[in-house]
């Protein structure tokens, strides 16, 4: 794993940097600050989230939803502006030794100590911070229309892309404020000083094209959580991911970003380093259910839009468009396009009814699902597959368990064969620890199909030496139910996603700590049936013993009643 991610890492660490904005000569009234992305160093050119703007735009943040803008001048904000930027030492910099009275981004709230020189920890010094100017704020339309047809019809009631807590306070005008600057990104010059200007060098950024990358490729992010506190401890933190899900330029990873992140970049571990995307948004809640997912901007169209902007703004627009990353392709002539794994759809969406979830192919005529998903015996149900060969397929639940079985799972049998979809074949062994994917219909539904995550198997819960629960840190959640759980680097089929865990206390929602039903306690049954249309075996799922019924009741029963302390 160290060797597929080493040179993605040292590109996106070279590159990241973090981004201050301040009005001069007003202290009290703060700084804001996210991360940023370096696409040049000589001459220096940032791109970096937009939002730490808005409180700084003479219009104010309406000017960011006005009909037909796509991108804003540099003059759009006050002159009172002042930019900062900051980076870790580059591997060509000579210049490591910290200057008496140059200002720092970190302060003494880090460590309770006097402001001093940075050094990262068990490394060189960071560099000072270079002065920049914005030369102009730009969206992606595109990026803007899709998250509108996603979120625009529930924003206000479900959805919040705020980088606080639900319960965090926070001002209606504060909210909508970034809710507008969400899809809006900074292209900002920084002007280097004449001494660094010549050992400012840093690798050649490449650029991943629209829609190469499939459902399930790694992904790496890198951003400075908290944006400019701290940077001697969080310039340039790494998460690990995969894309789980696109539509258009708008993206979803399962790595886990926070607050300050916005406008970091995304890599791809192949080809090495390449910039995928920007964070838009490292946190969102649905209906108070922390989603732990990161929402992303293609950088491509987003550097497609810069180009275009600066042809209209900047006379010398050819020699900074010239400075801007290429897409992989030229000079590269790289492969980047990958159907992805196979086994990713072999998943498909139940619908009974007002009711939907995910389910997964286990024969060319035979789907199983989730029993809260379709919970009736005879019921119609239509399933639709991920792939483009056939739209839709009929069919009926011929099992599925009862209530009071430990076990949540019913069965349907279709219509008509699945056409293209693969068959995943079922594991026979669990290995703790090992890399596992689920893939299911969570947090965007029906909108754009499956999501991936990926994690690990925490957990294997046995009865008498047999598994019977499966535990993974793999997102999910609700759509997902249902949904298959994939070994990543085998993709056999481990078993059936249940549920996530919510504390009943607090009513808070765990989407990385769920429970999935073994393939092995299924397979048996569903392979008798197969073969036989007898459901004897599934029937035994509703007469479980009561160890397995304790386990999935998530509580241990007292061994005797507790002795009074009075």
Known sequence: MGRQWGPAMRVAEQTGCVVSASRVGQPEAGSWSCSGVILSRSPGLVLCHGGILTPFLRAGSGALTAAGAAFLPGDSCVEELRLHVQWGPTAASSTCRPERGRPWLCTPQCAGLEPGPLARPGGPPLQLLHPAELLLLLSCPAFQAHFAHLFGSESAEQWRFASTAPDAEMSEEEE???????????????????????????????????????KGAPLLACGSPFGAFCPDIFLNTFSRGVLSNATGPLLLTDARCLPGSEGGGVFAARPPGVLVALVAAPLCWKSREWVGLTLLC?????????????????????????????????????????????????????????????????????????????????????????????AKIWGHVVFATRETSPYDIAVVSLEEDLEG????????????????????????????????????????????????????????HGGSSGGPLFSTYSGDLLGIVASNTRDNNTGATYPHLNFSIPITVLQPALQEYSQTGHLSGLRELDHATEPVRVVWRLQRPLAEAPRSKL
Do not use: Y
Not at 320 to 337: I, K, M, N, Y
Not at 382 to 388: K, W
Not at 431 to 441: D, I, L, T, W
């Open 298 to 390: 293609a950088a491509a169209p987003l550097l497609r839009a810069a180009r275009a902007a600066l042809g209209r703004l900047h006379p010398c627009a050819a020699s900074l468009a010239a400075l801007l990353p290429p897409e992989v392709g030229a000079p590269w002539v790289l492969p980047l396009r990958d159907p992805g794994p196979p086994w990713a759809a072999a998943a498909v969406l139940v619908e009974c009814g007002t009711v939907w979830g995910s389910g997964v192919v286990v024969a060319p005529r035979l789907v199983v699902t989730c029993r809260h998903v379709a919970p009736r015996e005879a019921s119609r149900v239509l399933v639709r597959p991920t792939t483009s060969k056939s």
């Open 421 to 476: 979809v693969p068959i995943p074949v079922p594991t026979e062994h669990f290995h703790k620890g090992e890399a596992v994917s689920v893939v299911g219909f969570g947090v965007f539904g029906q909108a754009c199909g499956p999501s991936v995550t990926s994690g690990i198997l925490s957990a294997v819960v046995q009865v008498d030496e047999t598994p019977v629960m499966l535990q993974t840190t793999c997102a999910v």
């Open 176 to 214: 909508e404020d970034q809710l507008r600057a969400l899809g809006w990104f900074a292209l900002l010059r920084v002007r280097p000083r004449p001494e660094e200007e010549a050992n400012e060098r840093g690798p050649r950024v490449a650029v991943a094209p629209l829609g190469t990358l499939p």
